[in-house]
């Protein structure tokens, strides 16, 4: 198969696949582990197919019919097997399912099937890391090889985490659908933060040797302006988009040729994604039209937005951020976000200014292992002229963190302290 055909496919499978399981785990009751099996093997004709015969001109269609015939056999074969059982009593009949849904064209209502199967992927009876690895192999389309590349976890463990992850969706008979009214604010704050985990994982990640991990920032940035088209009057839907268009902004610019970091206040801002920025700035104007000014994400977009109007670096305004960091610090209480608003405060009134807040969180536990810490530690110590306490500080966090772009780094900025 040559590159061309083969990047094709991919592509087609990584746009098709969460629409086809979502249309199946609905045709068949809710079966989330039937569907996504149903789509696999769907897959597969399509591969032992198209290479020698052409692609469709329309894959998406070719797909969905041949996907949704299946399922249609699955029900019928079902409808037989329990009434073959019928004479045996009904404690031996299987689980009744629905009968197939013949009605309407085949593009009716993905959306809604999109946002119900996003929601059963995200359920809270998942544990975190669960919901993640779920949501990207039913909604991003990424394979169980390519979960565990993306957070260096062997591949036996993510296999065994999505397996366990569809089993619990069943035993629970989580129900396909998006909740209540009532339930709904509950239900899309987990949501939300498992794009907004996908998000983060790919824009700086944990681990490994790659500063970032564009891949996964994509698929939480598609999964998020799916969320926004499908609820556009909820705010903090709109306000993470924001957040996310916002920050994803700066990707070209955040690495050199080599792949490694440049600090935000080194970027050049001409590679920053200006379009990119102004989507950003339109769902933010439109999460606080909604009233949502007070929401985390939309205060978080707030913050990105501070940098993102400033076209160089001198420009930003430290004083605004370092006073939504505050409002930010009261709406949700957390030492990062009380770190992060030292870090303004530095900037908007020097390192003196910053440090007391600095030593006060030191002491808290939580941050104890916690590498940014040290790095602000650091970058406060050079600025106060002390260049060994700075140095002992930067090699802390190259220790503590477990990216190696990172830990690169910092050992370097230890090392220029070194050398006076």
């Given at each position: 198969?040559?590159?061309?055909?083969?990047?094709?496919?991919?592509?087609?499978?990584?746009?098709?696949?969460?629409?086809?399981?979502?249309?199946?785990?609905?045709?068949?009751?809710?079966?989330?582990?039937?569907?996504?099996?149903?789509?696999?093997?769907?897959?597969?004709?399509?591969?032992?197919?198209?290479?020698?015969?052409?692609?469709?001109?329309?894959?998406?269609?070719?797909?969905?019919?041949?996907?949704?015939?299946?399922?249609?056999?699955?029900?019928?074969?079902?409808?037989?097997?329990?009434?073959?059982?019928?004479?045996?009593?009904s404690a031996l009949e299987p689980l009744p399912l629905p009968a197939p849904d013949d009605s309407g064209a085949l593009e009716d209502d993905i959306g809604d099937d999109l946002l119900r199967l996003m929601f059963v992927a995200c359920h809270p009876v998942l544990a975190a890391d669960a919901r993640v690895a779920l949501?990207?192999?039913?909604?991003?389309?990424?394979?169980?090889?390519?979960?565990?590349?993306?957070?260096?976890?062997?591949?036996?463990?993510?296999?065994?985490?999505?397996?366990?992850?569809?089993?619990?969706?069943?035993?629970?008979?989580?129900?396909?659908?998006?909740?209540?009214?009532?339930?709904?604010?509950?239900?899309?704050?987990?949501?939300?933060?498992?794009?907004?985990?996908?998000?983060?994982?790919?824009?700086?990640?944990?681990?490994?040797?790659?500063?970032?991990?564009?891949?996964?920032?994509?698929?939480?940035?598609?999964?998020?302006?799916?969320?926004?088209?499908?609820?556009?009057?909820?705010?903090?839907?709109?306000?993470?988009?924001?957040?996310?268009?916002?920050?994803?902004?700066?990707?070209?610019?955040?690495?050199?040729?080599?792949?490694?970091?440049?600090?935000?206040?080194?970027?050049?801002?001409?590679?920053?994604?200006?379009?990119?920025?102004?989507?950003?700035?339109?769902?933010?104007?439109?999460?606080?039209?909604?009233?949502?000014?007070?929401?985390?994400?939309?205060?978080?977009?707030?913050?990105?937005?501070?940098?993102?109007?400033?076209?160089?670096?001198?420009?930003?305004?430290?004083?605004?951020?370092?006073?939504?960091?505050?409002?930010?610090?009261?709406?949700?209480?957390?030492?990062?976000?009380?770190?992060n608003r030292a870090v303004a405060v530095s900037r908007a009134q020097g390192a003196a200014a910053a440090w007391p807040l600095v030593e006060q969180l030191s002491a808290d536990a939580r941050l104890r292992d916690y590498a940014p810490l040290a790095v602000v530690q650091g970058d406060l110590l050079a600025q106060l002229?002390?260049?060994?306490?700075?140095?002992?500080?930067?090699?802390?966090?190259?220790?503590?963190?477990?990216?190696?772009?990172?830990?690169?780094?910092?050992?370097?900025?230890?090392?220029?302290?070194?050398?006076?």
């Open positions: 198969m040559d590159t061309a055909l083969t990047q094709r496919l991919e592509t087609i499978w990584r746009m098709e696949s969460p629409v086809l399981t979502a249309r199946l785990t609905r045709l068949l009751g809710g079966d989330v582990g039937r569907a996504e099996e149903l789509v696999q093997d769907t897959w597969l004709a399509a591969l032992e197919r198209w290479p020698s015969q052409g692609v469709p001109d329309n894959p998406g269609a070719w797909l969905m019919t041949t996907a949704r015939n299946r399922a249609i056999d699955v029900l019928r074969q079902h409808q037989r097997v329990a009434g073959q059982h019928a004479q045996y009593g949501t990207l192999r039913l909604l991003g389309g990424l394979t169980t090889e390519e979960i565990a590349r993306a957070f260096l976890a062997p591949e036996p463990t993510i296999a065994q985490r999505i397996v366990r992850a569809k089993r619990m969706l069943a035993q629970k008979q989580v129900p396909f659908d998006v909740p209540r009214q009532a339930a709904l604010p509950e239900r899309l704050a987990s949501v939300l933060e498992v794009v907004y985990l996908i998000f983060n994982e790919g824009y700086a990640a944990s681990a490994g040797d790659d500063w970032m991990r564009p891949a996964l920032c994509d698929e939480a940035l598609r999964l998020g302006r799916v969320l926004a088209s499908r609820l556009p009057a909820w705010p903090q839907v709109q306000g993470l988009l924001a957040l996310m268009e916002l920050q994803a902004s700066r990707t070209a610019a955040r690495t050199d040729v080599t792949g490694h970091p440049i600090l935000l206040p080194e970027q050049d801002r001409t590679r920053w994604d200006w379009l990119q920025i102004a989507r950003g700035q339109a769902a933010l104007q439109q999460a606080v039209a909604l009233g949502g000014s007070e929401d985390p994400y939309v205060l978080q977009a707030a913050i990105a937005e501070c940098h993102a109007r400033a076209r160089r670096a001198e420009d930003t305004d430290w004083a605004r951020m370092a006073a939504l960091y505050a409002r930010l610090a009261q709406v949700q209480p957390s030492p990062v976000v009380d770190l002229g002390r260049a060994a306490d700075a140095r002992a500080a930067f090699e802390r966090a190259a220790a503590l963190t477990a990216n190696g772009r990172e830990r690169a780094l910092l050992q370097a900025r230890a090392e220029a302290l070194a050398q006076g």
